[in-house]
């Protein structure tokens, strides 16, 4: 049943196929959409995102960002880094090179930025 209703959700938007990851143009779009399965889907995929890096964080001897341990991250969270990445990146390139960066590139960049680790 829950394959289902997921499988209606992303038939319902159509337009916006299921990828591996997304550019800031794609999430600057489908994150001001009205359209709240549009939404949904971006906050889904972020959600993923963050989730994968900080699996891969957790496997990895050199630790990517040192988050600390007592401190739970949530959809919000990455957003908020992703948005003040995209800020950041804003300053410095055109908007067609920071419209053509993947979303996965912020948010790893940010969480490196936010959580440094001490030896680095």
Do not use: H
């Amino acid at each position: 049943m829950r394959t289902l209703v997921v499988m209606a959700c992303f038939l319902a938007l159509g337009a916006f196929e299921a990828r591996a990851d997304y550019k800031v143009k794609d999430y600057k779009f489908m994150m001001a959409s009205t359209d709240k399965n549009v939404v949904f889907v971006m906050r889904t995929f972020v959600n993923g995102l963050g989730a994968g890096i900080a699996w891969a964080n957790t496997a990895s001897e050199e630790k990517l960002y040192c988050q600390p341990p007592q401190l739970a991250l949530a959809v919000e969270n990455y957003i908020d880094i992703i948005n003040r990445q995209i800020a950041k990146f804003a300053k410095k390139e055109t908007e067609s090179k920071l419209e053509d960066e993947y979303v996965g590139l912020m948010l790893m960049m940010g969480l490196t930025e936010t959580f440094p680790c001490g030896s680095k």
